[in-house]
């Protein structure tokens, strides 16, 4: 099962891998962590979600960048996957602070080519909306990193339609990267994520599973379990693949520390759900 990165002609495997979970503070040590990423290829992962922001602080900035394009070098595979990275996040004292201005996103992008080891990035998501700078000066910004030929193709994440619209208007967007998993459907009921297959974006769910404390939520929801127990798969597996029954253009992107998490998360490409299940699914949110 295959997904094409907006309109670029780029497909990639439908269950990508989230890679904040490798950078942050309750991080693997790092032999570890870049068997996480070789167990992710091995499983036919060839899209991979980082951030210069996951890192520990701002003395960290780039962490999961360069661990991310370090081992994908030494398993000589940096060709076959797609790197997507943002900015727009800092990081000061650990907290989480938006920074959208153009001199912020313009220096971000440098030192992500840096972390990355690469002339030119394949995915460049704005991290979230900046409300102190207006909007169409950090798209502004990302318009003229693609006319420069820094990054290939530009995406959105923690947006609203009317974000998507504005942004349209100065340059292609391809994706679309917002929560949304089983008990957050906002974007599914508002339609947001039905607009982005109308306009050819590739609509990115994060936190998938629940998120680092929500997946522990998430895998204790009977209606997933019992529709698992009768797929003979896990409750994530029964998440992601309802995702992926959302549209041919829903790409998620589960995070994981651990070997057997990506592995399973992986295989919800061959969960088929029945339309029962999707509906019995659908109303977890209501
Ligand atoms: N754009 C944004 O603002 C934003 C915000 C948050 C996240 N993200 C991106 O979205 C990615 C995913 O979000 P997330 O990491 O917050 O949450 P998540 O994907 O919902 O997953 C959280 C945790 O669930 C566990 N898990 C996942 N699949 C599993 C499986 N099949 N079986 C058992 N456990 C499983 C993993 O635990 P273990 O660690 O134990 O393996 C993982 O760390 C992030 O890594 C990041 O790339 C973006």
Redesign the pocket.
Known sequence: MKRQIGKSGRWVFAVGL????LSIRSRPDRHHAAAVIEAAVESGVDFI??ADS?CIDDNDIGHNERLISETLRQLDTTDRVLLAT?GGLTRPDGRWERCGSPEHLRAACERSLVALGTESIALYQF??PDTTVPFADSIGALADLRAQGKIQNVGL??VTRNHIDDALTQVPIVSV?N?C?VLCQDDIRSGLLDYCATKGITFIP???????N??KTLRDVAVLREIGHGHQC?P??VALAWLLSKGNHVLP??????I???T??ARAVDVTLSSQEILQIDRLAD
């Open positions: 989230g890679g904040m979970p979600d980082t996951y943002k991290h979230a994440s923690n990267q929560r998993h994060y936190s998938p599973v629940g998120g680092g929500g997946h896990s994530y597996r992107i589960p995070g994981a520390s651990r057997e998490s990506i399973d998360s």
